[in-house]
């Protein structure tokens, strides 16, 4: 009855575990959850008042598709500012989300017979979305030892008459790994010599430790640029996801084919949160840097506690707000007589026995490993660390 589009998508696991959390802690029962993809801070109060105004003043109707013209002049700003990035007006559009801006993308680049190639382990949604555009996602395994990197060497491997683009997302979701600058500049070479597009997501750009500095690929050099698509978006840098204003910066042809895709589906995005967006672009940036403080904290404490458990390991991210450690050592071992042999009996195990919620790194393309967000109070940091250890100690 259903399309086979339909029938062979499955929904965002992510947001299937956090559903399934929120429904636990509904039912009454103390759940420590790891599995919010969003950060845990309000909306800072002067991007509420913004669209308080907007809703005040009457702008609530259409609004161009791609967007009104003074947040597309706040996001040129801010590609110069951050970026060193220099954009016209048609070469940005504001879609619902970061997501719907990739959802389109996809869209407009790609159809059946192209491959696109997606490192592992990779955002749960660029497979699904890649073969909703009929193209096929071709994947590169990248290893914990090696910062889960992408080299030239290792591209060329995957590359072939059929390979359209890339998608690179860095500080990556669901590592916090980002990318070399020498390995961002053999990757954009490749891009240019093969003819490929690069997708750069970048929506963690702002949530970054230690001093990291966001380089975008597409500020490398020139010839990068005219290849790449940057998708980013409000939601994690001002903890903005429930108002759903992302955004892309490319090529103009890219761009107003995306707009195409856009007005023969959602039009505008909402226009009292295009409001909101400029006020979070434009105003004081100082909630970000109290932000990233209180996550760097609650990441030193949880990476600490994760390495001190017997057969883990866990890479330390340099940006976002999620840890992604390796329990392959602990997998095969036994609870009560039954096996846990997969990340997804291990998740299950935590969830039932031990009331935490942690999503299965096989989600991500990579078995053995667990995904933890931090964003989520010292309070139940602790409490679900704690857990796990127990977890860890029950097995044998
Ligand atoms: C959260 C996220 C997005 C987009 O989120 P939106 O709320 O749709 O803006 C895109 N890419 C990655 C990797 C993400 O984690």
Redesign the pocket.
């Known amino acids: 009855m259903l399309s086979e589009r339909a029938n062979s998508l499955k929904p965002s696991p992510t947001l299937a575990i956090t559903a399934k959390e929120k429904a636990l802690m509904a039912q009454g029962l103390d759940i420590a959850g790891f599995g919010a993809?969003?950060p845990d801070f309000d909306t800072p109060q002067h991007i509420k008042q913004a669209a308080i105004d907007a809703i005040n003043e009457g702008f609530t109707k259409y609004t161009p598709v791609a967007g009104i013209d003074p947040l597309k002049d706040a996001i040129i700003e801010k590609f110069k500012r951050d970026n060193g990035l220099t954009y016209k007006r048609e070469e940005i559009i504001v879609s619902?989300?970061?997501?719907?801006?990739?959802y389109n993308l996809f869209q407009v680049l790609f159809q059946e017979g192209d491959e696109v190639i997606v490192p592992i382990p990779y955002?749960v949604?660029y497979p699904p979305m890649i073969e909703l555009a009929d193209a096929k996602p071709v994947l590169i395994e990248t290893h914990e030892e090696e910062d889960y990197q992408v080299t030239g060497a290792m591209l060329k491997k995957y590359i072939t008459k059929k390979t359209k683009g890339i998608v690179l997302?860095y500080p990556?979701?669901p590592v916090g790994s980002v990318f070399s600058l020498e390995n961002l500049g053999a990757i954009g070479k490749l891009a240019v010599e093969n003819n490929l597009y690069i997708i750069s997501?970048e929506?963690?750009e702002k949530l970054a430790y230690d001093g990291y500095k966001h380089v975008s690929i597409a500020s490398i050099d020139n010839a990068f640029k005219e290849r790449t698509i940057i998708?980013h978006?409000?939601?994690?840098t001002y903890s903005?996801?429930g108002w759903?204003?992302?955004f892309a910066a490319g090529p103009k042809e890219i761009i107003q084919a995306m707009s195409n895709i856009q007005s023969q589906s959602t039009s505008n995005p909402t226009s009292i949160s295009q409001r909101a967006a400029i006020a979070a672009l434009n105003g004081p940036q100082d909630f970000i840097g109290m932000m990233v403080g209180e996550f760097q904290k609650r990441r030193d404490y949880l990476v600490g506690e994760l390495r001190s458990i017997q057969g883990v390991t866990c890479y330390n991210p340099k940006g976002?707000f999620y840890v992604f450690p390796n329990f392959n050592k602990i997998l095969g071992k036994s609870y009560k007589g039954k096996a846990i042999a997969s990340s997804a009996a291990l998740t299950e195990l935590l969830l039932e026995e031990f009331h935490t919620a942690v999503v299965p790194g096989v989600e991500f393309g990579k078995e053995g490993y667990l995904r933890l967000s931090f964003a989520t109070s010292m309070e139940v940091i602790k409490k679900g660390i704690e857990r796990i250890k127990k977890a860890a100690e029950a097995l044998e």
Do not use: A, F, P, Q
């Open positions: 993809g969003e619902c989300g970061g997501k719907h801006g990739l955002w949604s997302n990556s979701n997501d929506i963690y998708t978006g409000v939601s994690k903005m996801t759903r204003i992302g976002t």
